[in-house]
């Protein structure tokens, strides 16, 4: 029997998201991965840096270790390339990072099946998502559904998808002076306070 790490959940990580989807995804994670001391917040807001207080707050009143504002770039009129940077600049200091994407978290998935430009309109990366998986459904729905598995189908290939988002970002920062995706740095962190993760008991659920 494989041997569970033993990590203290004294030493938490927070996600904050103003996405229903993102944080139904997150809390997937957190479910297949045994992540015990990962909380995720949905948290409806209406500017980033709204979104990016909302995170300090509750990081502060529940006395987490590390947390993180995790959006896209569509979901906000202030989410530009300056103003980012500028709050990571800001808030780093404080163990409080920003997770983004160009687009949606589809951007993130469909990573884990090809190479994007970082151009891609949803139609699209709905399309390659449901090219690998044709059950798929860009929904809260699915994912609570039919859908309950579409973490652990992706585990196996997040080191693809790290690779992939590594390629997609130095052409894409040429162009637009961001990254198209950072997450990279979101699951590293999520690694460095939670630990191994333990899915094996769960890997009889994915059915591909």
Same mark, same amino acid.
């Given at each position: ?13 927070? %996600? ?30 209406? !500017? ?7 995170t @300090?707050?509750?990081? !502060? !009143? ?5 947390a ?20 990571e ?9 920003? @997770?983004?994407?160009?687009? !949606? ?5 469909a990573?884990h099946?090809t ?7 949803a ?18 729905? *699915?994912?609570?559904?039919?859908? @309950? ?10 080191? %693809? ?11 894409y ?7 198209? %995706?950072? *997450? ?14 333990d ?7 994915v059915?591909?």
């Amino acid at each position: 029997m494989r041997k569970r790490i033993k990590i203290d959940i004294k030493n938490p990580i927070l %996600i904050v998201t103003s996405s229903e989807l993102t944080a139904t995804f997150f809390a997937q994670m957190r479910k297949d991965c045994r992540y015990e001391n990962l909380t995720v917040v949905h948290s409806p807001s209406k !500017s980033l840096k709204e979104l990016v207080s909302k995170t @300090a707050r509750l990081k !502060s !009143s529940g006395k987490y270790k590390m947390a993180w504002a995790v959006f896209s770039f569509s979901e906000f009129a202030d989410a530009l390339p300056q103003t980012v940077v500028e709050l990571e600049n800001t808030y780093a200091p404080r163990k409080i990072g920003l @997770a983004y994407t160009a687009h !949606s978290i589809m951007l993130y998935w469909a990573l884990h099946f090809t190479q994007l430009t970082g151009e891609e309109d949803a139609n699209a990366l709905n399309a390659i998502i449901t090219k690998y998986v044709p059950s798929f459904k860009h929904s809260v729905e *699915y994912l609570k559904g039919d859908g @309950a598995s579409f973490h652990l189908m992706l585990f196996p290939k997040k080191a %693809i998808a790290a690779a992939n988002a590594l390629a997609l970002n130095s052409s894409y920062r040429l162009k637009n002076g961001i990254e198209a %995706i950072n *997450y990279t740095k979101l699951i590293n962190s999520i690694n460095d306070y939670c630990g191994e993760a333990d899915i094996v008991k769960n890997q009889k659920t994915v059915t591909g």
